[in-house]
């Protein structure tokens, strides 16, 4: 069952601006990142359904948090069926994150009071993600389908709309700063976070500091 609310997840993924996107098979090497994560500032972490057992390590990082990041709200992504979400959400996920936009899972989700964020490739599924109650919509992949450009010409119509871009999310201030100033909600950022020599090296601190930095950087760009 969900620890935090929907309103409290919504304004944690809104106030700090990004949501880490991780999977790793080893539940040790995952408990560290997320911890590292937490001490870097972030308060919505993403881990993705895309391994054998994936579910198993989801389970102790859920009961980790709870202890080590009391403060820390834990999503499962890549989850593409409702089967899957109501396995998530019985294993204490706070929110759902998809690649793609399934009605049956934004029920799911809305039984239960889940943000459900789906992922978008154009206003017409942003628009129908709207209408199935997802307060927050994924595009994805962003870069492929315009980048900060095309998070811009949605809002102009759709200025209500609260997006979350992932893929071409870069911790660098040229990248960020573009899509803050586009006018997205947050952003989603996977292995730019985590390098693969940092992870094999074990250099937690490394990955607090990449953190602090992307979260520093999306504040300041809000403010201008």
């Known amino acids: 069952m969900a620890k935090f609310t929907k309103t409290q997840v919504i304004n944690a993924m809104a106030s700090t601006g990004m949501v880490p ?3 790793h098979k080893d539940v040790e090497v995952a408990k560290q990142v997320l911890k590292a994560c937490y001490i870097g500032g972030v308060r919505a972490f993403e881990f993705t359904n895309r391994g ?10 859920i009961k980790f948090a709870a202890v080590e990041c009391p403060d820390m709200i834990l999503g499962a992504g890549t989850v593409i069926d409702a089967g899957t979400a109501s396995l998530y959400i019985q294993l204490g996920a706070n929110f759902i994150v998809s690649p793609l936009f ?7 989700c809305n039984r239960r009071l889940i943000p459900y964020t ?3 490739g154009s206003v017409s599924e942003i628009g129908f993600a709207q209408e199935a109650g997802c307060d927050i919509c994924k595009i994805f992949p962003a870069g492929n389908v315009g980048g900060p450009s095309f998070v811009k010409n949605v809002m ?21 700063s573009g899509w803050v100033k586009a006018g997205v909600t947050c952003v989603g950022m ?3 976070l985590f390098p693969s020599s940092v992870i094999a090296d074990k250099n937690w601190p490394a990955i607090a500091d990449k953190c602090r930095e992307a979260l ?6 809000r403010q201008k």
């Open 52 to 61: 054998d057992l994936a579910h198993e390590v989801f389970t102790e990082l």
């Open 21 to 23: 996107v991780f999977y």
């Open 190 to 192: 996977g292995s730019k």
């Open 216 to 221: 520093a950087i999306i504040a300041k760009y």
């Open 102 to 108: 399934n009605p049956d899972v934004a029920k799911v």
């Open 156 to 176: 102009a119509p759709m200025p209500w709309s609260m997006l979350m871009v992932t893929g071409a999310v870069e911790p660098t201030e040229e990248n960020l």
């Open 118 to 120: 789906p992922g978008c």
